[in-house]
């Protein structure tokens, strides 16, 4: 295997620290003893690339014993944005199955036979309704009574892995692609962590190695990166959408346009629709910058919609203007909505708020019934705190 640079440089809250991802560390021996002489399949997608380039995927099968690969939602090259059918990957030859059918989401028994491991490299973004740990845990609930091990090549929270925001989702409401577990909106935790809660909470007996990223902190959110930045998903071609779609991503249960179109350089930067006017596009504008919401403000916006709901239509609304720094998403998200619910009510599809994105019936109900935020607060903060004692078994970091 060719050897690998032991240096990368991350910049992180204005720091530089040197980071290894678990891809990273694929030259060690300590790791590559855990490949060497296993039929291999892989879970991975576009973004499973080393610091050098090199795709998890050539890796594997240039040095191993590689047999199939497994693609998540938006496939094995993260172009799609609808089911993903399988297929077979153009330079190795192998089969690929994808995980994301309308007929299931989960390996089948027999995609699983001669199979020893599943190495899993993907690019999580920190919150709760992204769906890349429902995968994961549906690959491990079908691997358990199998015996094929789950070795998990772990990433940095591109969030952070302190701040703890959103409603704990209800227990009723777990199982769901976008709401499998029991975690907060913005959980702060990598797949790894999440990986080993669940196989202990939900007692699924797993052989489950993972491979920590050297050199991360919890405290660190990543502003730039040493490397270049792989969309994980068709909507977030740029670094900075990823707090764009923590911020308002729940907002897409509306009827609002939220800038998804061909190229998808407004997605998350804009909200609005068709039904809104001009001049309430500026009434809007002025009701979200009174909500005195942290490090973001709001200026009117029209944009020509190029895909997605409202494809080909004019839309009105907002730009938001993000500074970079910390925002309270559960905050956010509580205000804008209940603002777009007191504007809008009579043609907003208030009816379609998804209990599962926002994590609780109760908390869309407080929304439509127009309970202001630091009510709410009140149940969101002690549940913060339980989590944070719930999942500090399973931090690596």
């Known amino acids: 295997m060719k050897n690998i640079s032991l240096f990368c440089l991350l910049f992180l809250s204005f720091k530089v620290l040197a980071i290894d991802y678990g891809i990273d560390r694929l030259w060690q021996v300590e790791v590559q003893s855990k490949l060497v002489g296993k039929r291999l399949a892989v879970l991975t997608h576009a973004a499973g690339q080393d610091k050098n380039g090199l795709h998890l995927i ?23 944005d609808e089911w993903v059918q399988d297929g077979t990957d153009e330079s190795t030859g192998l089969p690929v199955i994808s995980l994301y059918k309308r007929s299931t989401k989960a390996p089948s028994p027999k995609d699983l036979e001669n199979i020893d491991a599943i190495v899993i490299d993907l690019q999580d ?4 309704y992204y769906t890349y740990f429902s995968t994961i845990a549906e690959v491990m609930k079908a691997s358990a009574p199998l015996n094929v091990e789950i070795i998990l090549l772990d990433r940095p929270n591109l969030l952070g892995g302190e701040r703890l925001e959103g409603k704990v989702l209800d227990s009723s409401l777990a199982g769901g692609f976008t709401s499998y577990h029991t975690v907060p909106t913005r959980h702060g935790m990598t797949l790894g962590e999440l990986s080993l809660m669940i196989n202990s909470e939900k007692q699924m ?11 991360w902190e919890r405290e660190n959110q990543i502003q730039n990166l040493d490397r270049p930045w792989i969309a994980p998903s068709p909507a977030l071609i740029e670094i900075n959408q990823v707090g764009l779609y923590a911020i308002w991503g729940s907002l897409e249960n509306f009827n609002l346009a939220v800038g998804r179109g061909k190229t998808n350089e407004l997605a998350f930067k804009v909200l609005g629709a068709p039904w809104i006017s001009e001049e309430e596009s500026k009434l809007l504008a002025h009701e979200l910058n009174q909500l005195g919401l942290s490090s973001v403000t709001f200026s009117p916006f029209s944009w020509n919609v190029s895909r997605a709901i409202y494809n080909g239509q004019v839309a009105h609304g907002v730009w938001l203007h993000w500074n970079g720094e910390e925002v309270r998403t559960d905050e956010f998200t509580y205000k804008v909505s209940s603002t777009l619910v007191r504007l809008f009510k009579n043609r907003l599809n208030v009816e379609n708020m998804s209990h599962r994105t926002y994590g609780s019936v109760t908390m869309v109900n407080a929304i439509k019934n127009g309970i202001e935020w630091e009510t709410y607060k009140k149940v969101i903060d002690p549940e913060l705190e339980l989590f944070k004692v719930r999942r500090k078994p399973f931090l690596l970091y």
């Open 125 to 128: 973004v920190g919150v709760r």
């Open 58 to 80: 050539d890796i594997l099968f240039k040095n191993y014993n590689l047999k199939k690969i497994f693609a998540p939602e938006h496939g094995l090259r993260t172009l799609a």
């Open 205 to 215: 007996g797993v052989k489950l190695t993972i491979i920590p990223v050297m050199g």
